[in-house]
């Protein structure tokens, strides 16, 4: 819980928790600050109160009155997180919000962790299931006991003293196994669950796990690479990079400990390269996600405390807002309880022209007009994890008219997604409804790089993106370079050294429903139905979602090429999730294709 009146004006230190409720009581502040685009500000408490009003009665809408559950069936731990928002909401006193202290609407809530208290076990834990109605194990769930903790906090003196009783012997069960079993590694949930301990320990009396929690964030921040990111294998995880960022930024708010404030504008830094001009992740880096077209990440409260992060923030707002989208009613929640309002810096990617290239050297970034590159040099054998995903493929090209067009990111089980494959590609695939696959591939296939190296020009005056692999003793390269803002040339090239067959992989992202069309008047529209095209047999280009690529001879057109959902118990993925790919034989004879890539 911020010590401190929501959405502050930068550098105040916080007091106690005790007067989080007071303080959402009192009548907010006017901060009207002018924002100019040479003069950014952050202030979005008045329309964050607004949207987080209209979003109770559809959530108070979603709760069975009889239990107190949320959401639809199956009921899962996670439905009770709206409890957070329908807090805040509660405890906020503003001239737009109607639910200021509203008698239904804590009753509400305190049904609604009554159905948590009810589903805990012996140690606190409830069943992991999912709404496909598959079962993990039992969890801890720390996006549930977080908000739980701090709509706690926020109600407490409200609560009738049984209500308020039961709610407690619930918390602190919870809180005592995650205390004692919780926070052994450095990975995303312990740190989440690190947040939340420092907020039970305010909220129970319980300052021994506030200075657990404390330390424990300490060495998160003592952790991170110097980047701004945090690995969970090896490389950066740009998805979860924001699950420590918003553990910080709460913390931080709750504890009033600024130190970690450097941490964060490093973290922010990070996203700043790592996120496409249309407000998505950038997925070529990240060790455990693949790309996601419908994720536009606002950022969180670790991103208000700083200009860096506040930046970004405005940024993204307007790509919501851009997409059609409005902000959830979570994170209006947790920015108006633990945000900080203040100046904002631009960000250096949103120029017609920029470059980075991460202080290992191990990740690059072009912004050339309409274009938006990323390379990776980060490599690793492949894990017997299912979440640890193959780091197979290293570029991706991003047009502004178009969206994501080449890269997609990696997955596990699928040889042809990698740039480049060594051997018998047929060895190595899932098997449908196999729960428990073997994920490192035979003998006999190498579909990861045992190295690689980038760099971002490839000759003097010429920027682009060009990368240099080795599989074994085969040596591959791909570049990619823009040439005007509409063409881009990608070149492939391997002379293979052995006798195992050697393919590249060019892979695109599908828009299903959307038509493919080529060269020779042929066209399909992208859906269950597979397809296998040769370069003649398109003359010799396709167009499809706003882009035309040419294909060389040789080479081929595949789909659908389906991925591992590792989030998924037995792996299976929807068709939106596999990639439209060109396939590329290379031997003695053919050791290079070029592809032009225009957007008409």
Same mark, same amino acid.
């Given at each position: 819980?911020?010590?401190?009146?929501?959405?502050?004006?930068?550098?105040?230190?916080?007091?106690?928790?005790?007067?989080?409720?007071?303080?959402?009581?009192?009548?907010?502040?006017?901060?009207?600050?002018?924002?100019?685009?040479?003069?950014?500000?952050?202030?979005?408490?008045?329309?964050?109160?607004?949207?987080?009003?209209?979003?109770?009665?559809?959530?108070?809408?979603?709760?069975?009155?009889?239990?107190? =559950?949320? !959401?639809?069936?199956?009921?899962?731990?996670?439905?009770?997180?709206?409890?957070?928002?329908?807090?805040?909401?509660?405890?906020?006193?503003?001239?737009?919000?109607?639910?200021?202290?509203?008698?239904?609407?804590?009753?509400?809530?305190?049904?609604?962790?009554?159905?948590?208290?009810?589903?805990?076990?012996?140690?606190?834990?409830?069943?992991?299931?999912?709404?496909?109605?598959?079962?993990?194990?039992?969890?801890?769930?720390?996006?549930?006991?977080?908000?739980?903790?701090?709509?706690?906090?926020?109600?407490?003196?409200?609560?009738?003293?049984?209500?308020?009783?039961?709610?407690?012997?619930?918390?602190?069960?919870?809180?005592?196994?995650?205390?004692?079993? !919780?926070?052994?590694?450095?990975?995303?949930?312990?740190?989440?669950?690190?947040?939340?301990?420092?907020?039970? *320990?305010?909220?129970?009396? =319980?300052?021994?796990?506030?200075?657990?929690?404390?330390?424990?964030?300490?060495?998160?921040?003592?952790?991170?690479?110097?980047?701004?990111?945090?690995?969970?294998?090896?490389?950066?995880?740009?998805?979860?990079? @924001?699950? @420590?960022?918003?553990?910080?930024?709460? @913390?931080?708010?709750?504890?009033?400990?600024?130190?970690?404030?450097?941490?964060?504008?490093?973290?922010?830094?990070?996203?700043?390269?790592?996120?496409?001009?249309?407000?998505?992740?950038?997925? $070529?880096?990240?060790?455990?996600?693949?790309?996601?077209?419908?994720?536009?990440?606002?950022?969180?409260?670790?991103?208000?405390?700083?200009?860096?992060?506040?930046?970004?923030?405005?940024?993204?707002?307007?790509?919501?807002?851009?997409?059609?989208?409005?902000?959830?009613?979570?994170?209006?929640?947790?920015?108006?309880?633990?945000?900080?309002?203040?100046?904002?810096?631009?960000?250096?990617?949103?120029?017609?022209?920029?470059?980075?290239?991460?202080?290992?050297?191990?990740?690059?970034?072009?912004?050339?007009?309409?274009?938006?590159?990323?390379?990776?040099?980060?490599?690793? %054998?492949?894990?017997?994890?299912?979440?640890?995903?193959?780091?197979?493929?290293?570029?991706?090209?991003?047009?502004?008219?178009?969206?994501?067009?080449?890269?997609?990111?990696?997955?596990?089980?699928?040889?042809?997604?990698?740039?480049?494959?060594?051997?018998?590609?047929?060895?190595?695939?899932?098997?449908?409804?196999?729960?428990?696959?073997?994920?490192? %591939?035979?003998?006999?296939?190498?579909?990861? %790089?045992?190295?690689?190296?980038?760099?971002?020009?490839?000759?003097?005056?010429?920027?682009?993106?060009?990368?240099?692999?080795?599989?074994?003793?085969?040596?591959?390269?791909?570049?990619?370079?823009?040439?005007?803002?509409?063409?881009? =040339?990608?070149?492939?090239?391997?002379?293979?050294? !052995?006798?195992?067959?050697?393919?590249?992989?060019?892979?695109?992202?599908?828009?299903?429903?959307?038509?493919?069309?080529?060269?020779?008047?042929?066209?399909?529209?992208?859906?269950?139905?597979?397809?296998?095209?040769?370069?003649?047999?398109? !003359?010799?280009?396709?167009?499809?979602?706003?882009?035309?690529? $040419?294909?060389?001879?040789? $080479?081929?057109?595949?789909?659908?090429?389906?991925?591992?959902?590792?989030?998924?118990?037995? *792996?299976?993925?929807?068709?939106?999730?596999?990639?439209?790919?060109?396939?590329?034989?290379?031997?003695?004879?053919?050791?290079?294709?070029?592809?032009?890539?225009?957007?008409?």
């Amino acid at each position: 819980m911020s010590n401190q009146r929501p959405l502050r004006t930068g550098g105040r230190r916080g007091r106690s928790l005790a007067l989080v409720a007071a303080l959402f009581s009192l009548e907010s502040v006017s901060m009207a600050a002018v924002s100019s685009p040479e003069k950014p500000v952050w202030n979005p408490r008045d329309p964050f109160v607004e949207r987080l009003a209209g979003c109770v009665r559809p959530l108070l809408d979603g709760q069975d009155r009889k239990t107190g =559950r949320f !959401g639809t069936t199956p009921w899962i731990s996670t439905d009770q997180n709206v409890l957070f928002p329908l807090a805040v909401a509660w405890a906020t006193k503003h001239p737009k919000n109607p639910w200021h202290h509203d008698r239904a609407l804590l009753g509400a809530i305190m049904q609604g962790g009554d159905a948590l208290v009810d589903a805990q076990d012996a140690r606190g834990m409830w069943t992991f299931r999912k709404k496909d109605g598959s079962t993990w194990g039992q969890i801890a769930q720390p996006w549930t006991y977080s908000r739980w903790v701090r709509a706690f906090a926020l109600i407490k003196g409200a609560m009738p003293a049984p209500r308020r009783a039961k709610w407690e012997r619930g918390l602190r069960l919870g809180y005592t196994t995650i205390a004692r079993t !919780g926070l052994r590694r450095i990975h995303n949930i312990p740190c989440h669950h690190a947040m939340g301990l420092y907020c039970a *320990g305010e909220a129970l009396g =319980r300052d021994d796990w506030k200075k657990q929690a404390k330390a424990f964030l300490h060495r998160v921040v003592r952790q991170q690479h110097g980047d701004g990111y945090w690995s969970e294998h090896r490389g950066p995880v740009v998805l979860y990079n @924001y699950v @420590y960022s918003e553990a910080l930024g709460c @913390y931080a708010a709750m504890s009033g400990d600024r130190t970690v404030l450097p941490a964060l504008r490093r973290a922010a830094r990070f996203h700043a390269w790592l996120t496409y001009p249309d407000g998505t992740n950038v997925e $070529t880096v990240d060790e455990r996600n693949p790309y996601h077209p419908e994720r536009i990440a606002l950022g969180n409260a670790g991103f208000t405390l700083t200009p860096e992060g506040r930046g970004f923030l405005i940024r993204q707002r307007a790509r919501l807002e851009a997409a059609g989208r409005k902000v959830s009613a979570d994170a209006a929640a947790q920015i108006l309880l633990h945000g900080e309002a203040g100046p904002a810096k631009p960000l250096p990617a949103d120029a017609a022209r920029a470059e980075w290239t991460s202080a290992d050297g191990k990740i690059a970034v072009l912004r050339a007009g309409p274009w938006f590159l990323v390379g990776s040099a980060h490599t690793a %054998p492949v894990s017997g994890s299912r979440w640890i995903q193959d780091r197979q493929n290293f570029l991706s090209v991003f047009h502004d008219k178009t969206g994501l067009i080449v890269g997609g990111g990696n997955t596990k089980l699928q040889p042809y997604w990698s740039s480049f494959a060594v051997g018998n590609r047929a060895r190595l695939r899932h098997r449908r409804g196999d729960a428990a696959p073997t994920f490192v %591939p035979p003998s006999g296939l190498t579909h990861v %790089p045992s190295a690689a190296s980038l760099k971002l020009a490839i000759a003097k005056n010429v920027p682009g993106v060009a990368l240099a692999l080795r599989y074994g003793a085969e040596r591959a390269a791909v570049r990619a370079v823009p040439e005007g803002d509409a063409q881009l =040339r990608v070149t492939y090239a391997c002379r293979p050294a !052995g006798d195992r067959p050697v393919h590249g992989h060019l892979t695109l992202i599908p828009h299903v429903g959307r038509v493919v069309r080529t060269g020779a008047g042929a066209s399909a529209k992208l859906g269950g139905d597979p397809i296998a095209w040769t370069a003649k047999a398109c !003359g010799g280009w396709i167009e499809h979602a706003g882009w035309r690529l $040419t294909l060389p001879a040789g $080479t081929r057109l595949l789909w659908p090429r389906t991925a591992h959902n590792p989030y998924r118990k037995t *792996g299976h993925s929807a068709l939106g999730e596999a990639r439209l790919v060109v396939e590329m034989p290379f031997d003695r004879e053919r050791t290079q294709y070029e592809f032009a890539l225009t957007i008409p």
